[in-house]
């Protein structure tokens, strides 16, 4: 009985304690948000967008990052407010996107980014990201300096309407100019202060680069990271985050150096999996053990 009673009092104590003081027990630190590139459920998004929707933000995703949003299609046939209208029913926010900037980086207008731009800013993104560059225009340094300048006129752009302009690698950007790489000739011309990058770390990873050497060089310009895993029997195939060889918890260490706000899950590249349960697999690995 006296335990009984000395264990009620304790916990008395310990419910007026909160009562008295309700922010002690809020000081516990929250989980950073994990995201999703739309990309990787590319096999079934497109027949069930407000189901698919759904069930990401069921396993626990808080970001996504879309792709493919044309002004004739939407995003996978919603208009941006009615997308925006299924993202904010989920509790779900789309800080980046990918869109087709082809036209724009070979300069033939800036028309299209516009047209995203706008779109963005009705989802309530924070970045337009290039997700790509074709091959006929970076075959030289002097190309990639060129593209360089498209991507600092981009992010002029965007700053005028309250936006960020960002880049995310392939392997390509790891090819060799004498001592340098295309990738470090983009950082070097593009201004810091307007142009950031999304690492993609599989294909860094990939193509032998050191994410930490980059973070080292160029602090606080990766302001996001694509979390995508190689199988390891098979480079040109990804697997669940964790599951693979890259070593996540290694370059982790400096996310913080680089300058990481957003951290999106994607599975690319050969993959057919379970899509939904597959990202499941990989939000719980980066949930408790990376982030």
Known sequence: MNSRRTFLKQT????????V?????????KKHPIGLQLYSLRDVIKNDIKGIISKVAAIGYKEVETYGYSVKDGFWGLNAKAFNSLLKENSIKAPSGHYDLDNFMSG??????????????????????VPYLGDGIRKTVDDYKKLSEKLNEGARLCKAS???FAYHNHDFEFSKFGDTTAYEIMLNNTDKNLVDFELDLYWAVRSNADPLALFKAHPGRFKMF???DIDKTNKNVNTEVGQGAVDFKAIFTGAKTAGVKH??????????????????TSFNYVNNELL
């Open 21 to 29: 003081a309700p922010s002690f027990a809020c000081t516990l630190p």
């Open 108 to 129: 033939k207008g800036s028309d299209s980014l516009k047209s995203y731009i706008e779109a963005a800013n009705i989802i309530g993104s924070e970045y337009i990201t």
């Open 12 to 19: 008395g104590l310990l419910a007026a304690g909160i009562a």
């Open 263 to 280: 951290y999106f899950v994607e599975h690319e590249f050969n993959y057919k999996p379970d899509e939904l349960g597959s990202i499941k």
């Open 162 to 164: 309250g936006l960020k």
């Open 226 to 228: 694509h979390i995508k």
